[in-house]
């Protein structure tokens, strides 16, 4: 069965329209969200994307319903993993706490453009070349195993070098000005340190999304379900980040079990490409049906299972801990006292995300 013309139509209007009207309300309030709003927004957007899937559901069929619920569920494990290191690119900066907010969401939108370019070279490479799935299978066990030899070993971020050339060829002032990306100072136009740290979200974001796209198009060859599962998992995960705050360390078991979840998704797209018996200097050939195929329905169990189970064991672990206040609160006191986003912010960040958030963060 299609999908029907409208409903991508519809789909598509509806969520621009969210995001824009999510972007003018941080835009005209700048604050630091309290527990209690951030859970309200998070459960907004959870249960939205409940609700499309059972769109989905009384519009198509029960496959695409699955298959958007475990692209979902998958791309939304990897976006809370991310969280890591957005918490890390804020303390490096030295971002002002009630412009957090601001960064994340301008930073989100950057990112599902260039997630959206990805995904439409992803799906037309796959209807051209289905033996990729070769490529990608083997690509997601391999990370899987770095996730598990490089558990324990603290998050590092290092600029990568397109953000290193924007350093060069922009004129940055040394402070932030608010929210603000673009300033006149000494009667020059100037860019604010806030330009670097949104660039700096949306293309880190674009690297995570090299490892989260293959592994959604091995639950769903969809283009349109890829992309909205992607939407969902990102909309309301600049909440998340506040909600979470130190809870993230606390998730100790999460990347094994992100590991168990991508080398899974990656034997399954290898299985479907011995499935398809088609190889680039073979030509033509028959499939293999004595070769399995994971349905989709047992993807989405094992899925949802392995994220609940790393979730209940992590907590069980962690009993008793308190979540430290170095996750996206640590930079609360550096930013009252030091000059904001300068040399000093960042340095001093960056001295207490080590030394409050390495021993939660040991486990991973």
């Not at 409208?6 to 309300?25: C, H, Q, R, S």
């Not at 960064?103 to 990805?118: D, K, T």
Request: glycine residues 8%.
């Amino acid at each position: 069965m299609e999908l029907p013309v409208w409903f991508e139509v519809a789909t598509f209007v509806g969520l621009t329209v969210l995001l824009l009207a999510d972007l003018a309300i941080v835009a005209r309030r700048p604050h630091e969200p309290s527990i209690k709003e951030a859970s309200l927004w998070v459960s907004f957007y959870v249960g939205l994307a409940l609700v499309f899937g059972l769109l989905m559901l009384a519009f198509t069929n029960g496959t695409y319903a699955t298959e958007f619920y475990a692209g979902w569920l998958t791309e939304y494990s990897l976006s809370v993993d991310n969280l890591f290191v957005f918490v890390i690119i804020m303390a490096r900066f030295g971002v002002p706490r009630k412009f957090q907010q601001e960064a994340l969401m301008i930073g989100i939108i950057i990112a599902l453009v260039l997630r959206g370019i990805f995904i439409l070279l992803g799906a037309v490479v796959i209807e051209r070349f289905v033996w990729v799935f070769y490529v990608f299978g083997a690509f997601l066990i391999y990370t899987a195993i770095n996730l598990v030899r490089h558990r324990g070993e603290d998050e590092e971020y290092e600029e990568n070098a397109f953000i290193r050339r924007m350093r060069k060829v922009l004129p940055i002032t040394k402070d932030f000005h608010g929210a603000k990306i673009r300033v006149t100072e000494g009667g020059r136009k100037m860019w604010t340190p806030m330009i670097v740290v949104i660039l700096a979200l949306g293309t880190t974001d674009l690297i995570f999304a090299l490892d989260s796209i293959p592994a959604i198009f091995g639950l769903t060859r969809e283009p349109f379900i890829v992309f909205t599962a992607n939407v969902f998992a990102l909309m309301g995960l600049r909440q998340l980040y506040f909600l979470l705050g130190g809870l993230l360390q606390r998730l100790v078991y999460l990347s094994l079990g992100l590991a168990v979840i991508l080398a899974f998704i990656g034997v399954k797209l290898i299985l479907e490409a011995v499935h398809e018996n088609q190889l680039p200097f073979a030509g033509h050939r028959e499939p293999l049906e004595s070769v399995p195929e994971i349905p989709i329905w047992l993807s989405l169990t094992i899925i949802l299972g392995v994220l609940v189970l790393a979730t209940v064991a992590s907590l069980l672990k962690t009993r008793g801990q308190l979540a430290s206040p170095g996750a996206p609160s640590v930079d609360r006191e550096t930013a009252e006292s030091v000059p904001t986003g300068g040399p000093e912010a960042a340095a001093a960040a960056e001295s207490r995300i080590a030394e409050e958030s390495s021993e939660g963060r040991a486990g991973r």
